[in-house]
C-alpha cells in the first residue's frame, strides 16, 4: 500500500493533501443544485477543527451525506481549501459566493478576505451596484475605505 505520508514533512502537508480527496473521507457534501450540483468528499474532524457552525451550531448534522443546495460548489471548495490547509484562494466570480458561504458556517477568516478584495480589487464603476446588494444580501455591510 502506498505510505502517502510519508513524502508530506508537515501536518498542513498532509491536511493539504487530503482536500477534495475520498481518501479517509467521512462525509459527502452536495453542493449546488440541479446540473450544476457536485459530490464533495471531506473529513469531520478537520471541519469540526475549523468550524464549529459545520456540526455542532444550526447548520450541524450527523449525516454521512449533506445537501447543500444554497451553496455554489466553487465557494464550498474555496471554503474546505482553508480549512484544510489556511490558503485562500478566491476569484473575482466566486467572491460573494464564499462570502455568503464562509458566513454561512461562521469561518472568519476567509470572511474577510472577501471583503478585503470586495472592497479594494474588485470594485469598479460598472460592477459597484452588483457587489452592494450582494453585499447586502449576505449581511456583511461594511464601510467602503
Not at 471548495?77 to 464562509?102: C, K, N, Q, W
Not at 470586495?118 to 452588483?130: G, P, Q
Request: hydrophobic share 40%; aromatic share 10%.
Amino acid at each position: 500500500m502506498y505510505n502517502w505520508q510519508a513524502t508530506k514533512s508537515s501536518v498542513k502537508e498532509r491536511f493539504a493533501f487530503l482536500f477534495n480527496s475520498e481518501l479517509l473521507s467521512d462525509v459527502r457534501f452536495i453542493a449546488g443544485k440541479g446540473r450544476q450540483a457536485q459530490r464533495i468528499p471531506a473529513h469531520k474532524f478537520l471541519l469540526a477543527a475549523g468550524s464549529d457552525a459545520m456540526f455542532n451550531g444550526g447548520t450541524a448534522t450527523t449525516s454521512a451525506e449533506i445537501e447543500l443546495p444554497d451553496v455554489e460548489p466553487a465557494a464550498f471548495l474555496a471554503l474546505l481549501r482553508f480549512l484544510y490547509s489556511d490558503e485562500v484562494h478566491i476569484g473575482p466570480e466566486t467572491v460573494m459566493t464564499t462570502l455568503y458561504t464562509a458566513k454561512k458556517y461562521a469561518v472568519p477568516a476567509p470572511e474577510t478576505q472577501c471583503v478585503d478584495q470586495t472592497h479594494t480589487k474588485h470594485l469598479r464603476a460598472d460592477n459597484v451596484f452588483m457587489l452592494l446588494t450582494r453585499v447586502y444580501r449576505t449581511g456583511n455591510i461594511t464601510p467602503i475605505v
